[in-house]
């Protein structure tokens, strides 16, 4: 290593010994090795993206139909079909489009310049040219360029908040390491550049949540296509048994095609995404108004399942900022004196964290003004290696000689006599509550020795609320842990305080439990947290617990929280988080406290049952419908409906579905998830029931003797009843109909508004035979019958699910 010696010196000599740095030939051979120091950006083009969106199970089966529609020349339909794709292809392209710049924002947060010494000369350049055995300069205010192992003299102080989740800026000096996007506090030295690019630290934080990126899935997704896949599969099973029976019966294949095209149409859940991302992006709305924007619809279902809440400490669960406790005054001072003390041997314009809390609490105590007007004569300032600060002052009439910094140091320039029996102990005291302390003494000018003043203890405060959303998540069935790169002492005291359960353990505990296999995710099950983690540390912790079936939330505020926020199934970045983890996140807090995370949970899971009662509906309308035509028609050789008919049922269910995203819905107790298994055969169920009691009235209606004609319209009608009836079977999820909370208005007018518009076609006739009121009168008691009966099938199907359970 070349030796290096201070800057900007005048004299000859100190120019003579300055590092001369890489030679051009070097730089090209190390950056042909390593490359620039950048993150690399290769993303897919943006029309690969959107083409994906057309391939898959339902956009196929929606395809299908939209080629059918336009095959037997119904237009109209296949206009309608081909809004509804392409309405759910935006949603999609658009929701990966934001997720995407959490990578971009990340990329744009390394330092532009650098200030190198290369061929014997310091030149600035883009911080993209550096290459490892490159020398920097480092000053205040700078931005660390690359990862460095700092060589000069004297110290800097690093605030790497951002990285590391410390809550006070670090000393280094010659021999350390400082990492790539911290920012110089405080002094100035040299360093030779150690990684550059995706190697440094920050470099692996943008590679994990690449890796995120490419892993994701939600549980949401992964549920609209099983539902899509079981419609499919319905929807080609029996479109291939009546395609089969009519061509065995030499029906007109254009009528064959047809019919196909309508049981395709009411089979395929072609408004299903469009449907669930709706009544998502209401529940986004009712967030925003909680100051919570939801960047990514699909972590608003998410946030129901979450069972295991995840968060970092500093800046998330704390305030990030230091609070002064109750200072310990020496015999002769008062607790006042140890802050005035201590505040004129401090500079306020310095802005030091640890200095900031002591003229707030003078101001607060109306001493500021007195402390401020004191004439000082001299001042020295903090240095790693002597450890504390020092000023003489002039202060209500006398000339005093202050100090404050390390309490060991402090002490040992007092007289022994001054220094309380118990200082050591106090100072320990402190410490393992995870406090930082300084020592406050005075002496007259012309004295040898200090007076010890007492002692001051800082700590980082929790939110104002922070203790009251824990208990709450606790109370819905969450396990809270905190995860943070704090030392172990601040993480035990701060998990007491909150009331956190279970053990804090340190980073090498997950290592250690990590080469044992099935002792890592048992570690982190029953622990209450974890201190000194590293961003891939916090990404472990996350990706195990989803290993293990758990549905997780993580919240943080800094650049090394980014990747869990990205990796986590509902991330949420704080009031006040860096660009990185806000881009990371899910859902962005925009004003101070966490509690509006339990607004969220609780909306989340509203609209959960909202989305899971439209998703039984669906399934239920599908069987009911498309079962009984296709059975109909290859049992009975009888069209029960025609395919008007059919396109008019469709349009007159979805359009109060729509309305199912202001449904009033009840907050479950525990998180909720997906049981497809629950899903689709209460579905089934309910759609068999529906099946049954349109076979039933189709024999009542044959045994009287009345025209196919008459039937058909009779039968629309019924159809159109039930499946509006079917709605609040399937909104009260396992509870009878009747219980709370009751319909909103939102729904209840599209609801009877589209039956009476149903009611009013049939009977008098529109693209059908007219029933008169007299059918209408009997076919409402039918269907009100079977109501009831379906809601009772309903509930005791749901016992007995959940009793096999």
Known sequence: MVPTEPMNVPDTKARERAPVGLTRPQVEASRREHGYNEIPNEPDPAWKRLARRFWGPIPWMIEIAAVLSAAVQKWEDFAVICVLLFVNVFIDFRQEAKALSALEVLKGKLARNALVRREGHWASIPARELVPGDVVKVRLGDMVPADLRLTGPGFVQLDQSALTGESMPVSKTAGDDAYANAVVKMGEMLGTVRKTGLGTYFGKTVALVARA?????????????????????????????????????????????????????????????????????????????????????????????????????????????????????????????????????????????????????????????????????????????????????????????????????????CSADTVPADFDQVVSRFA???????????????????????????????????????????????????????????????????????????????????HHGSKLIELISQAGGFAEVMPEDKYLIVDELQKSD????????????????????????????????????????????????????EEARRIFGRMKGYAVFRIAETLRVVLFLALAIVVFDFYPVTAVMIIILALLNDIPIMAIAY???????????????????????????????????????????????????????????????????????????????????????????????????????????????????????????????????????????????
């Open 213 to 413: 990126e490419q892993q994701e899935r939600s549980h949401f997704q992964k549920a609209v296509i099983q539902v899509g896949n079981f419609l499919i599969v319905v929807a080609l099973a029996l479109v291939l048994l009546v395609l089969v029976v009519a061509l065995f019966r030499h029906d007109p294949w254009l009528e064959i095609l047809r019919f196909c095209l309508v049981l395709m149409v009411a089979s395929v859940p072609v408004a299903l995404p469009a449907v669930l991302s709706v009544t998502m992006a209401v529940g986004a709305v009712n967030l925003a108004r909680h100051k919570a924007i939801v960047s990514r619809l699909v972590a608003i279902e998410e946030l129901a399942g979450v069972d295991v809440l995840c968060s970092d400490k500093t800046g998330t669960l704390t305030k990030n900022e230091m609070a002064l406790g109750d200072p310990v005054a020496s015999d002769g001072h008062s607790p006042s004196d140890v802050i005035r003390f201590a505040a004129l041997a401090s500079r306020e314009e310095n802005a030091d964290p640890l200095e900031e809390p002591l003229f707030a609490a003078l101001d607060e105590a109306g001493m500021g003004d007195a402390v401020r007007s004191a004439a000082r004569s001299h001042f020295l300032p903090f240095d790693p290696v002597g450890k504390r600060t020092e000023a003489t002052v002039e202060f209500e009439g006398q000339r005093w000689v202050v100090t404050k910094g390390a309490p060991q140091v402090v002490a040992g320039l």
């Open 663 to 805: 449904d009033n819905a009840p907050v479950a107790p525990k998180p909720v998830r997906w049981n497809m298994k629950e899903v689709l055969v209460v579905a089934v169920v309910l759609g068999i029931a529906g099946v049954c009691s349109s076979f039933l009235l189709f024999f009542i209606l044959e045994d009287m003797g009345l025209s196919q004609d008459l039937i058909q319209a009779i039968i629309f009608l019924k159809l159109d009843v039930a499946g509006h009836s079917t709605i609040y079977v399937t909104r009260s999820g396992p509870n009878h109909f009747w219980h709370r909370p009751y319909p909103s208005w939102k729904l209840l007018v599209p609801a009877l508004g589209t039956r009476f518009l149903g009611t009013f076609i049939a009977c008098y006739g529109l693209f059908m035979t007219a029933v008169g009121w007299e059918w209408v009168g009997w076919i409402y008691l039918y269907g009100t019958v079977w109501f009831v009966f379906n809601d009772y099938l309903k509930v005791a199907t749901y016992k007995l699910l959940r009793r096999s359970v």
């Open 432 to 514: 393992a509550k995870g406090n930082r302390t300084l020592a406050v003494a005075r002496r007259a000018p012309d004295a040898e020795a200090f007076r010890m003043v007492g002692i001051l203890p800082f700590f980082d405060p929790p939110r104002d609320d922070s203790v009251e959303t824990i208990a709450k998540a606790v109370e819905l069935g969450l396990s809270v842990k905190m995860i943070t790169g704090d030392n172990e002492a601040i993480a035990r005291e701060v998990a007491r305080t909150l009331k956190i359960e279970g053990d804090i353990h340190r980073a090498p505990d997950l290592k250690e439990a990590n």
């Open 550 to 601: 758990h549905i997780v939330a993580m919240t943080g505020d800094g650049v090394n929280d980014a990747p869990a926020l990205r990796k986590a199934d509902a991330g949420i970045a704080v009031s006040g988080a860096t660009d990185a983890a806000r881009a990371s996140a899910d859902l962005v807090l925009t004003q101070a406290g966490l509690y509006v995370i339990i607004r969220a949970i």
